[in-house]
C-alpha cells in the first residue's frame, strides 16, 4: 500500500516513513506486505521517534491488531463516560478526581467559608456560631452544593418551628385541664385563679437576684419554665405550694390551727414583679 496514514481514527496517530511491503520496501523483513510482521513497530516512524507511545502499541504483534484496538478506543472515547458497577475498584485517585469534578458541577465552594447561609430574623435560631461553621465544614467535606446547603438549613429551621409548635400546643392543653381539675378542687375558676395568684406571689418572692432580692430576670427565666399565660402548668405544684403560699399571705391561718404567719396581705406585691 502507500504510506501510511498520519492521522488514523481521529486521536490515534500513525506515522510511516516508507512504503508497506514484504520484500524490504517498508514491511519489515519477514513481512506479508501489509505490515504485520513481529517487528512492525520498527518501521513507524512516530512510534519509533516516540518512546512513550512505543510502549503503548508493544502489546500488539500486528498492524492488523493495532488498528483493531484504535478502533475500540475510538469507539469508547465517543461514548458517555461511565463509572464501574463495582466502585470498590476504584482508586482514591479515581475517586478523589470525580469528588473534584462533582464539586464543580454542583457549585461546591472551595472552602467552607464560601457557604452564605441565612437564617431570617424573625425565626428561631437553631444553631449557633459554632454550629453553623462545624455544618460548614461538614457539607463541604460531603460535597454539597451551596443551594442544597440552604435548603438544609431551612428544613432545620422550619423543623424547629414545628416541634415549637407541637410543644406549645401539649402545653396549652395541659395548663387548661389542669386548671379545670383545680377548680373543681378549690370551689371554681375564680377561687382558683385566686389562688393561682397567691402561688405566683409567692414563687415571685423566692427568685433573688445576687443581692437577695427580688430580681425581674430570675423571676422571668423561672416563669417561662412553670406556667403559661399566666397559670400554672403542673397540678401537682399547684396543690403543694397553695396552703404555703396562702399562709404566707397571712390568708386563713397556719394548718392544723396553728398560728397565722404574721405577714401583710401585700407583702409580696414587689413594684418592679409587676412591670409586664
Not at 504483534?61 to 478502533?71: I, N, Q, V, Y
Not at 416541634?163 to 382558683?192: C, P, Y
Request: glycine share 12%; with cysteine.
Amino acid at each position: 500500500m502507500d504510506k501510511w496514514i498520519k492521522k488514523l481514527f481521529g486521536n490515534v496517530v500513525f506515522f510511516a516513513d516508507g512504503d508497506a511491503g514484504g520484500d524490504g520496501d517498508g514491511s519489515g523483513a519477514g513481512g506479508d506486505g501489509d505490515g504485520n510482521s513481529s517487528d512492525w513497530q520498527t518501521q513507524v516512524g512516530y512510534l519509533k521517534d516516540n518512546p512513550e507511545a512505543l510502549k503503548t502499541f508493544a502489546k500488539y504483534t500486528s498492524l492488523d491488531e493495532a488498528f483493531k484496538g484504535a478502533h475500540e478506543a475510538i469507539k469508547m472515547t465517543g461514548q458517555p463516560y461511565k463509572l464501574p458497577s463495582d466502585y470498590s475498584k476504584l482508586t482514591d485517585d479515581q475517586k478523589a478526581e470525580i469528588k473534584s469534578s462533582v464539586a464543580g458541577l454542583y457549585d461546591v465552594p472551595e472552602n467552607p467559608d464560601g457557604y452564605d447561609l441565612k437564617i431570617a430574623k424573625d425565626k428561631p435560631i437553631p444553631i449557633d456560631d459554632q454550629g453553623m461553621a462545624d455544618f460548614k465544614i461538614f457539607c463541604k467535606e460531603n460535597n454539597v452544593p451551596k443551594d442544597v446547603a440552604q435548603k438544609l438549613v431551612d428544613f432545620q429551621v422550619g423543623s424547629i418551628e414545628r416541634l415549637n409548635q407541637t410543644r406549645e400546643d401539649i402545653i396549652k392543653d395541659m395548663t387548661q385541664k389542669n386548671f379545670e381539675a383545680f377548680s373543681k378542687e378549690v370551689g371554681g375558676d375564680s377561687a382558683a385563679v385566686l389562688r393561682m395568684q397567691w402561688v405566683r406571689e409567692f414563687l415571685q418572692s423566692q427568685c433573688l437576684g445576687e443581692d437577695g432580692k427580688p430580681d425581674q430576670e430570675v423571676w422571668e427565666a423561672f416563669e417561662k419554665r412553670i406556667m403559661y399565660n399566666d397559670r400554672m402548668i403542673e397540678l401537682p405544684l399547684l396543690r403543694a405550694l397553695s396552703k404555703a403560699a396562702q399562709l404566707a399571705r397571712g390568708e386563713g391561718g397556719a394548718p392544723d390551727g396553728g398560728a397565722g404567719s404574721g405577714q401583710g396581705k401585700g407583702i409580696f406585691n414587689y413594684p418592679e414583679m409587676n412591670q409586664r
